[in-house]
């Protein structure tokens, strides 16, 4: 089936610094979207996107369909980005959405 | 603003017990789903329904059953909870658009099922 791979499993940054999340995609995908779930439990909505990049402060997304993947760059990271972030996509035609596995992000002083 | 909302927030139960999971949209969407998330998996979709009076079964639906009574409310029902089903439980809605298919998710219920 669809399946969706998501890296890195587990990711540490000090406050100020920056990364990327990624999620490659098995089959052709229509959408992306980028959730957080922070320290409380609750999912963060964060992007949606169909293609191209989206840019929110101090993040950013890209999804290219035709390559299969999607990223998620954090800059200049701070304590209350720690969570958990997972990417989720949907298939032309479906209903359903295929999620990644999720990142554990710890941000540290 | 989108909004999905849950109850109860934690819910503590018995073995063998009955615990129904509550979801209610705002947002006039079409269609409705019910996940579980543990740790070290992404969510993982339990029912989904296409509008009242729907379900359908997702990617692991063996031991909830739901209930989509109206286009508002989507309840997921543990019969017979076990101790297997302790996890975090996500609501969502969302519309099959063709060119959007974005999700607004609930809050999440915690259920420890002893």
């Known amino acids: 089936g669809d399946q969706v791979e998501q890296s890195p499993s587990a990711l540490s940054l000090h406050e100020g610094t920056g990364s990327a999340l990624r999620c490659n995609f098995t089959?052709?995908?229509?959408?992306v979207q980028w959730f957080r779930k922070n320290s409380r439990g609750s999912l963060i909505n964060l992007f949606y996107?169909?293609?191209g990049t989206k840019e929110n402060g101090r993040l950013k997304s890209a999804f290219d369909s035709k390559e299969r993947y999607s990223t998620l760059h954090i800059r200049d990271a701070q304590l209350e980005d720690s969570g958990t972030y997972f990417c989720?996509?949907?298939?032309?035609?479906?209903?359903?959405?295929?999620f990644g596995s999720g990142t554990r992000l710890l941000v540290s002083p | 603003e989108a909004a999905v909302t849950q109850s109860p927030r934690n819910k503590v139960a018995v073995t063998g017990g009955k615990v129904t999971l509550s979801c209610n949209q705002t947002?006039?969407?079409?269609?409705m789903y019910w996940y579980r998330q543990d740790t070290g998996h992404g969510l993982r979709l339990i029912h989904y329904?296409?509008?009242?009076?729907?379900?359908e079964k997702g990617d692991i639906p063996d031991g909830y059953k739901a209930s989509r009574p109206s286009q508002e409310n989507f309840s997921l029902i543990l019969e017979l909870a076990t101790p297997s089903q302790t996890s975090v439980y996500f609501c969502?809605?969302?519309?099959?658009?063709?060119?959007?298919?974005?999700?607004?998710f609930g809050p999440g219920t915690r259920l420890t099922v002893l």
């Open positions: 989720a996509a949907d298939r032309a035609g479906g209903y359903k959405v295929v």
């Open positions: 089959t052709t995908m229509r959408a």
């Open positions: 947002n006039n969407h079409n269609n």
């Open positions: 969502a809605s969302g519309d099959a658009g063709q060119s959007s298919y974005e999700q607004y």
């Open positions: 329904s296409y509008g009242a009076g729907s379900t």
């Open positions: 996107l169909a293609s």
